[in-house]
């Protein structure tokens, strides 16, 4: 059998690993990379790692977990804390994860890296894509452009995750997507 290409995939939370891993693999040798400094507090952030590892058990993929470094995140989005969601403290926290995937992938030489975000509704593809092609130049790899979310991809994802008896989380991820809205 011809060896699939290998691809490192950046991965914020199991729910949505479950369903786009399990796509990817159909074409790529999958090796996942946990990397969120942006989750807050720590315990959430331990809960969503933990439930990422039961799904590389179960798809079979080697797992990478990231330094959790809030405090480097913190610092760097700042000053952009009342900015609302999909708003310029996202753009950072986007490019800060690619950037270290792709740093990743160099590390391990894998030349191909993308994200699972574009999975979800509240985020934007065609950003996460102009970043990954940026962050792709800047290291000389290649990005694999997606919209996850095509082809229901997201109620996909809610309805394996459920079935999987996965957690699934109510805010993105941040300190301040948190916040109660106003009403
Ligand atoms: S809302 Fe989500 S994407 Fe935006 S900064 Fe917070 S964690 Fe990052």
């Known amino acids: 059998m011809e060896k699939k290409p290998g691809i490192l995939v950046h991965l914020c939370c199991a729910p949505d690993a479950l369903y786009v891993v399990s796509l990817l693999q159909e074409s790529y040798e999958v090796t996942g990379f946990f990397y969120n400094p942006n989750i807050h507090p720590e315990e959430e952030y331990l809960l969503r790692l933990a439930e990422t590892r039961k799904v590389a058990d179960h798809l079979k993929f080697r797992l990478i977990e990231g330094d959790y470094d809030p405090e480097s995140w913190l610092r760097l989005t700042e000053k952009f804390k009342n900015e609302p969601e999909?708003?310029?403290r996202c753009l950072i926290c986007f490019a800060w994860r690619?950037?270290?995937t792709a740093r990743k992938a160099l590390e391990e030489n894998i030349p191909l890296f993308t994200t699972i975000m574009s999975i979800s509704p509240w985020k934007d593809a065609a950003v996460l894509n102009?970043?990954?092609?940026?962050?792709?130049r800047k290291y000389r790899l290649e990005f694999l452009e997606a919209n996850?979310?095509?082809?229901?991809?997201?109620?996909?994802?809610?309805i394996m995750s459920r079935e999987f008896g996965l957690y699934r989380q109510n805010y993105c991820g941040c300190l301040y997507s948190r916040r109660p809205e106003k009403s």
């Open 86 to 88: 999909k708003g310029r």
């Open 130 to 136: 102009r970043i990954g092609r940026m962050t792709a």
């Open 98 to 100: 690619l950037d270290r």
């Open 148 to 158: 996850f979310k095509k082809k229901d991809g997201f109620n996909r994802s809610v």
